[in-house]
């Protein structure tokens, strides 16, 4: 699982996707009830075989799934049943001492949504501006441990190359 993480955060590792997305499949049939790893997964899902995958995997996930834990909302929008709006209204709704660290999150997942043309009701062009803005204010949360951080990171080196 480590070394997928790290396939993610090279910027020239762009094109490992399926390499990554069979370690985090299998990192999700370890540990099955860790939602991150069924996130990273998706993002995989997303690169190589597109949308509708990335969609069923995270439908199929959320059908029974409690709000228990914050990261829900993120998934249920990835899925397709709720609003960016709402994943926001969810970051907001934080414990004061947990706000920056679920902000790193929702940036970096939402930042990826929007770079990759996600949307809670349909497929919509890719917008890297404003996947860049979130890749940037990712790191403007100054969470250097998490794997966001280092995630949006890598997006934002990998937009840069690209654009040059």
Known sequence: MYSSVIILMTPKSAGRFEEAGTEWKRAVELQPTDLYRHLLYAVCLHHTRGGRAAKEHIAELTKDLEDDTWIVPVLRFY???IEEEEVWAAVQDSV?????????????????????GMDAIERV??????ATDYFEKCLATKKVGFVEYGLAAAALERLSTAAN
């Open 79 to 81: 899925a397709g049943e």
């Open 96 to 116: 004061p001492e947990k706000l920056t660290e679920k902000q790193c999150e929702a940036f970096y997942y939402l930042g990826v949504a929007h770079l990759l």
């Open 125 to 130: 062009e890719p917008d890297t501006t404003k």
